[in-house]
């Protein structure tokens, strides 16, 4: 780390949290991700090296510690919370604008979103959810259970329950809550499909409750991933 020479707090401080990708990885750890690959998941155009680099300096600077293999904030991480999420609010209120489809990566926004839906109004049963993306080509499988949501990129074997068709800027806009889910059905943007004791409830589901929700709460459930089917998970 690149000293600026200075005895200033404020100087101090962004010689740590300064470098590219600090802060996004303190942001991951914050939202509840702590082994290795799901920190790299929601960080999918950093190098592994480079996640590999900034963690150690973290550590170094005492604001992650590792334990049991995985990577956790100490007390001095957790208290950059207000620190991350205001900045986080200090742009959203002041710079933030309209997402662009580059900057909209459908397995960061699929790997944020699916843990934090509002999945009380499904019935008390397993319900698979399918995303399709259909500007991006891409499919997800959400599969809420008992023990939490999980995000599948392969047809987990399951019976669908109910599609949601949308793009990818549109559903950034949904779950930043910038666009209420009313709006992008009217214009056929989001499209339901499935039974409708299902369906009719899919715009509460999808309406998460806070703009920082992307993982400002502390107790923001942990993201979990299937990559294949059944067996697999």
Known sequence: MKSYGQYCPIAKAVEVLGERWSLLVVRELLIGSHAFNDIARGLPTMSRTMLSKRLRELEAAGVVERLDGEYQLTPAGQALRPVVFGLGDWCATWLLQDPLAEECDPDVIMWWGHARLNTSPLP????????????????????????????????????????????????????????????????????????????????????????????????????????RGRAGG
């Open 124 to 227: 008390d049963r397993r319900v698979v959810l399918r995303f399709v993306l259909s500007d991006q080509r891409r499919q997800y499988w959400v599969v809420v259970e008992d023990m939490g949501s999980s995000v599948c990129l392969h047809d987990p074997g399951y019976e669908v329950d109910a599609t949601i068709t949308t793009d990818v800027v549109t559903l950034n806009r949904i779950w930043y809550r910038r666009e209420p889910v009313g709006a992008a059905v009217r214009d056929g943007r989001l499209t339901f499909e499935g039974p409708s004791a299902i369906t009719r409830r899919l715009p509460e589901v999808l309406e998460i409750a806070d703009a920082d929700v992307m993982g400002a709460t502390p107790d923001a459930p942990t993201p979990r991933l299937h990559v």
